[in-house]
């Protein structure tokens, strides 16, 4: 275990511990006390955070304010650097007041998942919470809480609702007429606490207009709140797939492309809503909102992923992302806010895409409550799709700093050649062309020793060394198991890189050695088919001095003696989201593994269970 001295370095090893523990663990908070392995998880995050940000912590180690919330709940204040972090500055925040408005505010949201701030950017804070409670909910948590508080219950002078900060300026006063009095007195408390946050917009990712279960309504929400008291707030409703729509994801073997969402289901009430203002100002993002039911799930992503930065850009206040419980679709567009703004240098600046995969993994996902044991069992991988899905966010048009104003950029045509998610795979020498394909049982053809790996265009060194994942542990072809390195951007630009998203990547295979191949000749590198996400192949072609890119710009005839064009440089945010997306790939296929078993069927699932054997790891294949 690493101590507090050596400042949260993560290692690789405590990626595939904490996926481990999160993948046959749901967390609770009253656990976090006597498991020593959650307690390290808490101290890492807190660690990771102190790297950039000055913070203050709220209690909740006995779950007393939210039982499926941090121990430490984490109030980012302003960033720090080399230069400022000793400088000793008093707390921004009274935490014993900040403490006092997430009490009395916990009861207006589903499962007491009250409104918590988890990012900070530019001073304004990005919040997750569950949607707003039902009132058949909130007269029973009531009714707990005064039994078991001694008698104590909200007064109505605490619906009073603060501007921002300020204790003494109020806009709301509950109304005494109301039919649902608590409700009134509670739904203040969620706005009091709203504005202490300086939070502006909320964002409602439900497809419901209301959570309805055996025909009783069991959530609401801030769009269809009967006394308008959320007027204040931009209010965005922008219906997001279930976690229950991922399933059909797996079972397309992981593939998104063409996957659009069956919107004329009966439970399916809520309707798009973008403020007609908001619209007009974020013409420059090109988006036509009334086509959202023909997106397929990564157009649908991406368009609420820019629109969501486009509001944190432009606004003078802060965020609120929330679902129905907020630990599915909450957690996915939070932690790609997170990875997003850190590839573009905005938050975590310091932190490595090791340090970062750690962070979102365990604060975003795991230590908010999100069951992967449980979503793992029926196949609803939301959360693999999460870091899967940033290959689609990596280019510069998803930079915060792209939301300003249109790009001129040239759109790629239907009609011209398509190579999303494509690897190009060295195929052994001597193989023949229907091996190149599936075969009868659907596995891929077999992947020669690899000795980097290659996805999307970015190359990721692999190395073996005392960094190993396990020390002293060898895999049964005797090697050190073999661990990513961080990527350089020298390795990124090899000459076979390219930074176009849409660019595949001719991956030589491993010259072999005497020992592999006994008699075969190492002078040529072999050949190379292209293998798409999905597993199909779309070409192959020779070579033997350097790879050439099928598809590509590079790829014309040449003259004798015409130099090789240069390989255009991929941009920082591309190589970050594009190593930290690599190296979840190879921990995942490692500790969860794919469900096509140890056969290793076709497309995604194939492939990762092959990359997890070719890095030394045994691939699990009890996922169905």
């Not at 991922?246 to 009430?269: P, S, T």
């Not at 394909?437 to 980097?452: E, K, N």
């Not at 590198?525 to 779309?538: A, F, L, N």
Request: charged letters at 25%.
């Amino acid at each position: 275990m690493a101590s507090r001295e050596d400042g949260g370095k993560i290692r690789y090893e405590e990626i595939h511990s904490l996926l481990d523990l999160f993948s046959k663990n749901t967390f609770k908070t009253k656990d976090t006390q006597g498991n020593s392995r959650l307690k390290v998880i808490h101290r890492k995050c807190l660690d990771l955070f102190a790297k950039d940000y000055k913070y203050a912590t709220i209690d909740n180690s006995g779950g007393e304010l939210c039982g499926h919330y941090p121990a430490k709940l984490v109030l980012l204040e302003y960033e720090v650097d080399d230069a400022t972090r000793s400088t000793k500055v008093g707390s921004l925040y009274d935490l014993g007041w900040m403490h006092d408005l997430f009490t009395k505010a916990r009861l207006a949201r589903c499962r007491s998942r009250f409104v918590v701030p988890v990012m900070l950017y530019e001073g304004k804070h990005i919040c997750r919470s569950a949607t707003l409670a039902s009132g058949a909910e909130v007269y029973g948590r009531s009714g707990l809480d005064f039994l078991f508080s001694g008698g104590e219950s909200i007064r109505p002078e605490d619906g009073m609702v603060s501007n921002g900060m300020s204790r003494d300026q109020t806009v709301y006063v509950p109304n005494g007429n109301s039919e649902w009095q608590l409700v009134d007195s509670i739904r203040m408390q969620d706005i009091r606490l709203l504005k202490a946050l300086n939070i502006g917009t909320i964002v409602d990712l439900m497809v419901e207009n209301k959570k309805v279960k055996f025909g009783m309504q069991v959530t609401s929400s801030e769009k269809v709140d009967k006394e308008h008291r959320y007027a204040d707030f931009t209010l965005i409703s922008v219906p997001y797939p279930g976690c229950e729509f991922f399933k059909d994801y797996r079972d397309n073997d992981y593939v998104a492309e063409g996957l659009v969402f069956e919107w004329n289901q009966g439970y399916v009430d809520a309707d798009l809503q973008v403020p007609q203002s908001l619209i007009e100002k974020s013409r420059c993002l090109g988006i036509d909102w009334d086509r959202y039911r023909s997106w397929d799930l990564i157009k649908l992503t991406q368009n609420y992923l820019r629109l969501m930065l486009y509001c944190l850009h432009h606004g003078d206040s802060g965020l609120l992302v929330h679902c129905i419980s907020g630990w599915d679709r909450t957690p996915l567009l939070t932690s790609l806010l997170r990875m997003s703004l850190w590839a573009d240098g905005k938050m975590h600046k310091s932190l490595s895409a090791l340090e970062m995969l750690y962070l979102t993994i365990a604060y975003d996902w795991h230590l908010f409550g999100h069951n992967l044991q449980d979503r793992l069992g029926k196949g609803e991988e939301i959360f693999f799709f999460c870091f899967n899905f940033l290959k689609h966010i990596a280019g510069d048009e998803f930079s915060i700093d792209r939301v300003k104003g249109e790009t001129n950029r040239p759109k790629r045509s239907d009609s011209e050649p398509q190579f999303d998610d494509t690897v190009l795979i060295g195929v052994e020498d001597g193989s023949s062309p229907a091996r190149r394909h599936r075969d009868s049982s659907g596995s891929m053809s077999s992947i020669s020793s690899m000795s980097s790996c290659v996805l999307d265009g970015t190359t990721v060194p692999f190395v073996v060394g005392d960094d190993s994942p396990f020390p002293g542990e060898r895999h049964p072809n005797g090697n050190v198991p073999i661990m990513m390195q961080p990527i350089t951007q020298r390795a990124v630009l090899g000459s076979a890189a390219s930074s176009a998203c849409s660019s595949p990547m001719a991956v030589p295979s491993k010259k072999p050695t005497p020992v592999e191949a006994g008699s075969k000749s190492g002078s040529s590198i072999g050949s190379w088919q292209m293998v798409t996400e999905s597993g199909s192949i779309r070409g192959f072609t020779t070579s033997r001095d350097s790879p050439v890119l099928v598809g590509s710009e590079s790829s014309g005839s040449s003259g004798p003696g015409s130099s090789p064009p240069e390989p255009k440089e991929a941009s920082m945010r591309k190589m970050r989201l594009e190593e930290v997306r690599c190296i979840f790939l190879a921990h995942y296929s490692a500790v969860v593994g794919m469900r096509n078993g140890p056969e290793y069927g076709g497309g995604l699932s194939g492939f990762m269970g092959q990359l997890a054997s070719k890095v030394g790891f045994r691939a699990r294949s009890n996922i169905v």
